[in-house]
């Protein structure tokens, strides 16, 4: 499944975006609006992780999700 499908359903998916990761704010939500490399660089951020560990949450998220 490519990414293209999450930016599309983004406001139908960014509840459980918000539940997966409970650290990211609506605000976060919003901007991040679909935007996988966004999404992993505020993982890195918040939860103090390395770029290689958010893509794989991140896969892991997509996979359970579409």
Avoid: P
């Avoid at 459980?16 to 992993?40: N, P």
Wanted: charged share 50%.
């Amino acid at each position: 499944m490519k990414w293209d499908e999450v930016r599309n359903r983004w406001n139908q998916l960014k509840g459980d975006v918000r539940k997966t990761w409970e650290k990211l704010t609506d605000e976060d939500i919003s901007q991040i609006a679909g935007d996988r490399a966004e999404l992993e660089r505020r993982l890195c951020a918040y939860y103090d992780i390395d770029a290689d560990r958010a893509r794989e949450q991140v896969d892991d998220w997509k996979r359970r999700r579409l």
